[in-house]
Structure formats: C-alpha cells, structure tokens
C-alpha cells in the first residue's frame, strides 16, 4: 500500500472554530491540511510521522549518552468548550492511502 500523506482524526468534543499546530507551528487550512467533513479528520498532503516504541538497542545506547533521533510529529487542536480554551495534544496520526 502506499501512502499519501496523514489523516488525523477529530476528537469529539472539538466543534466549531479550531486551530492546528503541528510541532508548535500553526498550520493552515486549505494549504497546510483539509478538514475532511464525513469523518471529521484533518488531512494533511504530507506523512506526518510517530517516532513509536524505543526499542532495546536504542535504550541501550540513550543509557550511554549516545542519542538516536527519528521523526516525530506532535499535533494539537486549540478549541474552545462552554467559552473556556481548550487543547487536545499530540493526536496521532494514521496513514492516508494514496488515490487510485
């Protein structure tokens, strides 16, 4: 299967206006990422990508000071609820088949 880009999923207290931020950085609808109505997802043109479980060997070499770095998106939606700000953090990301 390849992949086009990311879907991230909606929580279901977030209605009406948002925000999204990727990694701190506003992103913008319509060039950064498209809300897709059906489901209520965030779609974005890029991979946007989970750094996931830290395995053994690189636990072993962080316990020597020696870092390993991979990709790690964070996503979060600023909304607000009965007036108050709210912000779901570091929703996840799930891959997008590509069309066709």
């Given at each position: 299967?390849?992949v086009?880009?990311?879907?991230?999923?909606?929580?279901?207290?977030?209605?009406?206006?948002?925000?999204?931020?990727?990694?701190?950085?506003?992103?913008?609808?319509?060039?950064?990422?498209?809300?897709?109505?059906?489901?209520?997802?965030?779609?974005?043109?890029?991979?946007?990508?989970?750094?996931?479980?830290?395995?053994?060997?690189?636990?072993?070499?962080?316990?020597?000071?020696?870092?390993?770095?991979?990709?790690?998106h964070?996503?979060?939606?600023?909304?607000?609820?009965?007036?108050?700000?709210?912000?779901?953090?570091?929703?996840?990301?799930?891959?997008e088949?590509?069309?066709?």
């Open positions: 299967m390849s086009d880009g990311s879907v991230v999923r909606l929580p279901p207290q977030v209605r009406g206006d948002f925000e999204v931020y990727v990694n701190g950085v506003p992103q913008v609808p319509g060039r950064d990422y498209e809300l897709r109505a059906a489901d209520r997802a965030l779609v974005f043109a890029g991979r946007l990508e989970q750094e996931g479980r830290l395995g053994f060997w690189r636990w072993f070499w962080g316990a020597w000071g020696i870092g390993t770095y991979r990709p790690h964070s996503v979060d939606v600023r909304y607000e609820l009965d007036g108050r700000p709210m912000v779901a953090e570091g929703l996840e990301p799930e891959s088949p590509a069309a066709g």
